[in-house]
């Protein structure tokens, strides 16, 4: 029992930090900031889920929805995107996996759909999964509404090799 309440307070001091935190960033973005000039969070990553190539399910005490700010990636729901979009998350899924030194969330607001936007973070090389998406071709950046991805650009996201264990 006792454990449960801490929990359940953890969460609560969470919620409340990250609620605040985005509250003032927003307000930051609303008044013409930059996202990366906003206020922002910056937590250890216990654990994550890719679910494509710009949206991740991340847990640090708690587990949340995260949009990668300023980029925008194929998407899985849409069929003509499908295989990009799994190329895209595939890409995603080495970084974090390769990623020499602790992983961090920085969370600059709350963003469409109830998603908190932000980035992971190396923090031992400080290395951010939006710029590594860009350099390896599979993210364009975001134009705040649904980027309609030309047939070559799919295509070329497709082509991109992902290294696999069995590589030498």
């Not at 991740?56 to 708690?62: D, G, L, N």
């Not at 980029?71 to 190329?87: F, M």
């Not at 134009?143 to 590589?167: C, H, M, N, Q, S």
Request: aromatic share 8%; charged share 25%; hydrophobic share 45%.
């Amino acid at each position: 029992m006792k454990r449960t309440m801490q929990q359940a307070l953890k969460f609560v001091v969470f919620v409340a930090a990250v609620t605040f935190l985005v509250a003032m960033a927003t307000v930051s973005y609303i008044q013409g900031a930059e996202p990366t000039a906003a206020p922002r969070i910056e937590v250890p990553l216990a654990d994550y889920r890719v679910i494509d190539g710009d949206t991740y399910e991340v847990t640090v005490s708690v587990t949340f929805p995260l949009r990668i700010v300023g980029v925008d990636t194929p998407e899985l729901r849409d069929p003509r995107q499908k295989a990009a979009a799994t190329v895209a998350a595939d890409v995603a899924r080495q970084w974090l996996k390769d990623a020499p030194g602790p992983l961090a969330v920085v969370i600059y607001r709350l963003g469409m759909y109830g998603r908190i936007e932000g980035d992971l973070v190396d923090r031992s090389s400080g290395e951010k999964i939006s710029m590594y998406l860009f350099r390896r071709g599979v993210a364009f950046p975001s134009v705040g509404k649904r980027f309609d991805w030309p047939e070559k650009e799919l295509r070329k996201i497709e082509a991109i090799a992902i290294p696999t264990e069995d590589d030498p």
